[in-house]
């Protein structure tokens, strides 16, 4: 910081045109003093630290080595503790802890950032913390947020195996939103046919189940169908969905 003031003053007391691009005998000019030894302080006011041209108040080209239990927060308390706090589980297909994320899964020393059905035995997976008050936090196969989620009107839940996803009111999902399994929740429907009790039909009407918000299969049932001409049939009754999770 000493030598950051030092500097402006040297600019401030060398503002001319002949100080910024000359020399005296034994000195420097501002331009020379601008950036040195990897450490540049433009006339804008950016620091720039293995590089010349920084495009914010501060820009490191190269690896950042922090000591200490500090943190990295900007000025809304956004920190970096608060995104990730990852750790690695191994053994055979590992799971996070209830409230951690998956974000990435190892087979055979190859990491994948999402899931990948054809591979049926993982042997490591990186987890991260749990839902961040800011938002920030990632959900499953990491394309959307929680805030992306909250602000569509959907609410995160856990899929009690580390998985974060988002339940939105509805059928479907929406645009640029995946269905996670059978992730929903349904209401009882009412299907009424015009004949029952052919071909093993339950009846002329039926009433598929509800079903809690959960991973389940739809809930059906079949009722008969007697057509003006041809043979009856069965057909079946879908619970209709209300709820459904995405990610």
Known sequence: MVVYQYIKQLQSEFASAAYSTTKPANGHSWAEMECTS?????????????????????????DILASGTGDVCNGGGKCLSSIFQTNII???????PTGQIGIQKAYNGTWYTTDNSAITSWTKIICGQALSGDGSSLLYTSTHTSLMCTTAGGTVVDDGAGHFICRFNGSSCLTNWTAYGNWRTYAASHCVGTGGGVYGCEAIACW????????????????GMIPYSGEPYCLTCYGAVTQIGCY
């Not at 006339?43 to 293995?50: E, F, H, L, P």
């Not at 918000?213 to 809930?219: E, H, L, R, T, V």
């Open 208 to 223: 598929t189940a509800a079903a809690p918000w959960g991973n389940n299969a739809i809930p059906t049932c079949l009722y």
């Open 90 to 96: 191994v053994g055979t297909n590992p799971v996070c």
């Open 38 to 62: 990897g450490l540049c302080v433009t006339a804008d006011n950016k620091v720039g630290i293995g590089t010349d041209t920084p495009l914010k108040k501060l820009e490191v080209n190269g």
